[in-house]
């Protein structure tokens, strides 16, 4: 039986993850990049064993009142991803990135 994603907020850095379902995880994203203008933000997200990602993505997030936010499913019960805006800087938590666990 697959669990409910849990959700839960990195204030410090503007990341919060909110279950969206049984098999989404919705991230909002207020951090760096954020507070300092970008115009677009991605989150490049892999599934797995956190320092050997599988099925690597980079999405578009979407602007909302809330941050920039994006809905993702969990192909598996682990992701782990950060975050870069258009000119290519990198918002990776000090090089721990973050991770939601289904």
């Known amino acids: ?13 503007g990341v919060e993850v909110k279950p969206s379902g049984f098999s989404d995880a919705s991230i909002i994203y207020n951090g760096l990049l954020a507070r300092s203008g970008a ?26 009142a809330r941050g920039w936010e994006l809905t993702q499913r969990m192909q598996e019960p682990l992701m782990s991803f950060c975050f870069k805006d258009s000119a290519d800087h990198w918002d990776n938590n000090n090089g721990y990135n973050w991770t939601i666990r289904a």
């Open 1 to 13: 039986m697959r669990q409910l994603i849990q959700g839960w907020s990195d204030t410090m850095k």
């Open 39 to 64: 115009d677009r933000v991605y989150m490049h997200c892999g599934f797995g064993d956190p320092k050997s990602w599988r099925n690597v993505n980079t999405i578009c997030m979407d602007r909302t």
